[in-house]
């Protein structure tokens, strides 16, 4: 679909049309979105209410699921089988799933457990009429689902408990003081950009540049991951069992993003709203007893509010005629050229 060279130093950046037609947006959500793993809650909060309805993806695919804790945690439609009631509205308590329109009971793994009415029913029932299971996956207490999960995330997650066998992941804990959504008037994409460079880092990130060793910055891609490593500045601190690193910022195709610190952990789903509004769900996890850092001028509040600037200003020019595309920088933009060949093979991809 885009004339993007897998050699970074001949290769133009990915075509604006992109970012401005609705269209190319749509395939974007049915090609890549549909096809994702979403992080869509933890261990802690499933442990509080067994059953938590939601919707995947809300703003695009919007497909009504539940969550569900029985002897492990699955994921079902929260649709009923008979005439597509939803089953459940709220987080509750439950061992079975009941519809409150003509009564269908379901077990806890999607099952039918009672169909009221239809003791005449011939060749009834069938698979058919338990409820569809989707996919689900724990990496630590992260719980990942999937419609249909054709974008391996496995590496990238092995990758980080590899790079970090120490990091007492088990240990962090939600911080909803620290946590918030994030409304902006860009495409999802270029907040994924934005993040897979830190070419600008020195250029926009003032405080930032001073804790971190910016010659030792160094980004590593895996399959469909691209990990960045900052090296701490002398003095300041650095995540315990490591070699004076300052940070890892993993970015997991399509639109998360994990980033690992001294104090913890901090996470970014970029949730796509319409081609050209983005939601970011900004979630806190600090180590019990730690707390992330605010207010400072490296601390993540404000490189967060310096990161959403340069895409929103981003939005408008590539919206402009003047702006036919750009080139990447072979040293610094590798992470980048990464994503848009990924983007590219998925939008081209005729067995979806
Ligand atoms: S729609 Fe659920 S029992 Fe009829
Ligand atoms: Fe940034």
Redesign the pocket.
Known sequence: MFNIDSDIKKSSTIDKKFYTKNEIYQQVINKIFAFSWQLTTDRATINKTNIIPFRFLEKSINEPMILVKDDGIKCLSNVCTHRAHLLEEKSCNKNKLKCRYHGRTFKLNGQLNHAPGFNNASNFPTKDDNLIQYHAQNWHQFIFISMNPKINISNALDDISNRLPHYKFSDLIFDKHNSNSYYIKANWALYCE?YLEGF??PF??KGLTKDINYDSYETIIIDNSVIQIAEASIGEKTIKDTNNIYAYYYWIFPNLMINIYEWGVSINIVEPLSINRTKINFLSYPFKGRTQPVNTSSSLDN?EM??QNVVLNVQKGIESNAYKGGRYSPDHEKGLHYFHLLINKYLNDIST
Do not use: A, L
Request: glycine share 0%; net charge negative; hydrophobic share 40%.
């Open positions: 934005n600008h880092v926009v990130h490189v310096e990161d």
